[in-house]
């Protein structure tokens, strides 16, 4: 019932829609499959396979720090757009940690590494520990 100001800054809808649920009703989770995942050509985030050779490649071929900066930047901006969409119902320590994460498209280096510690100390983190040290390499390096 209260849509964000701009869609466009929506980037994951799946995350949105959680984050929603978890904080305005409930969420549990389900081991069984319920639906079949599809990713098209054109998503700008999703799954691209796992394992080791995923990162060897990733490392080869693309601009890892690159794509990690950019991905924790439409992290930023989603974050930022549920704050400001919901601003009237958060706690305040809510408001605070979805403004630390806001805060890191606006940083590098050294500042964006303390504020991804400062929102996994909140428990704000990838799926993986894998994951997590990637995001911390490229924020620190990239």
């Known amino acids: 019932s209260r849509p964000p100001g701009n869609w466009a800054d929506v980037i994951m809808h799946d995350w949105w829609i959680s984050m929603v649920a978890s904080r305005f009703g409930k969420t549990i989770f389900e081991p069984s ?23 060897v490649d990733a490392v080869r071929n693309e601009r890892p720090l690159s794509k990690v900066n950019l991905y924790l930047e439409r992290v930023a901006l989603q974050a930022d757009t549920f704050r400001r969409a919901y601003h009237d119902l958060l706690t305040s320590e809510e408001t605070e940690l979805l403004g630390k994460i806001s805060e890191i498209r606006f940083s ?22 894998g994951r997590d040290l990637i995001v911390f390499f490229g924020s620190a390096f990239g």
């Open 33 to 55: 499959q319920t639906v079949l995942y599809r990713q098209h050509f054109a998503n700008q985030l999703g799954a691209k396979g796992g394992g080791v050779w995923r990162y």
């Open 108 to 129: 590098h280096g050294l500042a964006r590494t303390k504020l991804l510690l400062s929102c996994y100390q909140h428990n704000v983190r990838m799926q993986s520990l």
